[in-house]
């Protein structure tokens, strides 16, 4: 079973930002389109960005637009989401998989918390 791990959580004030980071395998990163997803307690988890593996290629929900930023390294097999002017509405468990989500890729997800 394959898990992805996310890090780059933490406890931000209103307006703040943070960078998230997914190591990811390399056999699948070469070839699936990353997706960062986040999770708010009472809903259901979402796709928040995405981004193509061959032409990079990215979308975005639009609640994030403008505000963050995904991206990948193909050296490092890393897919980040650098995240901006971040809001309360923000704060919720972020994981990273491919998109479609692959169950068995689920890792534990990194904790994002904007205070007001």
């Known amino acids: 079973q394959v898990q992805l791990v996310e890090s780059g959580g933490g406890f931000v004030q209103a307006g703040g930002s943070l960078r998230l980071s997914c190591v990811v395998p390399?056999?699948?990163?070469?070839?699936?389109?990353m997706g960062w997803y986040r999770q708010v307690p009472g809903k259901q988890r979402e796709m928040v960005a995405s981004?193509?593996?061959?032409?990079?290629?990215?979308h975005y929900i639009d609640p994030v637009k403008g505000r963050f930023t995904i991206a990948r390294d193909n050296a490092e097999s890393t897919v980040f989401l650098q995240m901006t002017s971040l809001k309360p509405e923000d704060t919720g468990v972020y994981y990273c998989n491919t998109r479609p989500p692959v169950v068995d890729y689920w890792g534990q997800g990194t904790q994002v918390t904007v205070s007001s």
């Open positions: 981004i193509h593996a061959g032409n990079g290629n990215t």
């Open positions: 390399r056999m699948i990163f070469s070839v699936a389109t």
